[in-house]
């Protein structure tokens, strides 16, 4: 375990998936399960930083010892969360897969279905890590993850550029033993700088801490 070398430093992680409710009974949502968001906190804690955690719903065990640990549901909640918590941070990592689109109507009453085919018309949620780049102070260093399934590295730099990130974390979510579920990840580091950095496969608990590393650095 690495010695408390992130005492006094204030770091927001989101993590997990949101949900995006239809009616009562149906949502929409992603496979992200917390686990990598979830690591970086518990990586952030280890080294005596004074960690928020965002989450959407996830069956995971709240990390012990955070300062703060908010539970949220739809992208909507996270992004007022975020709103309420970032100025005052110093590292901002943003893991959870956000939804990017929300139901136009949400039914109060259960949908009945009849035989016609349904179509559903949805409005674009508000995108956080933008928003976070937008209005970042200068002591700030963000972190955003890319979620990608093909041109994996030219969708993720610009993803970095789009977003003013200053670390983007790429992720080929198309391997069984990467991205959303499992206990390990692979992924491809890239700064602002236009730094690379191509890692192995290793456990999500282990790559928290080089991402962490990375940004000390
Ligand atoms: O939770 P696990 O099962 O452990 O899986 C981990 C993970 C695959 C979810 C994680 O490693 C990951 O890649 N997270 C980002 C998922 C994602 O939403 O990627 P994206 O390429 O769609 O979004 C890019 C960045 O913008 C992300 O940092 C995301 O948090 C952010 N974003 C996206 C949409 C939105 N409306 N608001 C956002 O802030």
């Known amino acids: 375990v690495k010695d408390k ?3 006094g430093q204030k770091v927001l992680i989101t993590a997990g998936p949101t949900r995006e ?17 979830y690591a970086l906190a518990k990586a952030a804690i280890q080294r005596g930083a004074d960690v ?6 996830v ?10 640990f ?4 739809t992208a ?10 970032v100025d005052h941070q110093d590292i901002i990592i943003k893991s959870a897969a ?12 259960k949908m009945k279905k009849s035989d016609e085919d ?16 937008m209005h970042k102070k200068p002591h700030q260093f963000i972190v955003g993850f890319a979620a990608e399934t093909n041109d994996i590295m030219e969708n993720g730099v610009s993803k970095l550029k789009a977003k003013g990130t200053d670390l983007m974390i790429i992720n080929d979510i198309t391997r069984s033993d990467a991205g959303f579920q499992s206990d390990t990840n692979q992924v491809i580091l890239v700064s602002k700088k236009g730094e690379q950095q191509q890692l192995p496969v290793m456990p999500k608990s282990q790559l928290a801490h080089i991402i962490l590393d990375n940004i000390i650095a």
């Open 52 to 57: 928020t955690l965002i989450t959407g719903p």
């Open 70 to 73: 908010i539970q949220v549901e």
């Open 21 to 37: 409710a239809i009616d009562p009974v149906r949502y929409l949502t992603n496979h992200s399960s917390g686990k990598m968001g």
């Open 5 to 7: 070398i992130m005492t």
């Open 59 to 68: 069956h995971l065990e709240e990390p012990k010892g955070l300062a703060t």
């Open 76 to 85: 909507e909640d996270m992004f007022q969360a975020v709103k309420a918590h």
């Open 98 to 109: 956000v939804a990017d689109y929300r139901p136009a109507i949400y039914h109060q009453q």
């Open 118 to 133: 349904l179509v559903l018309t949805l409005n674009r949620n508000p995108d956080i890590l933008k928003w976070i780049g």
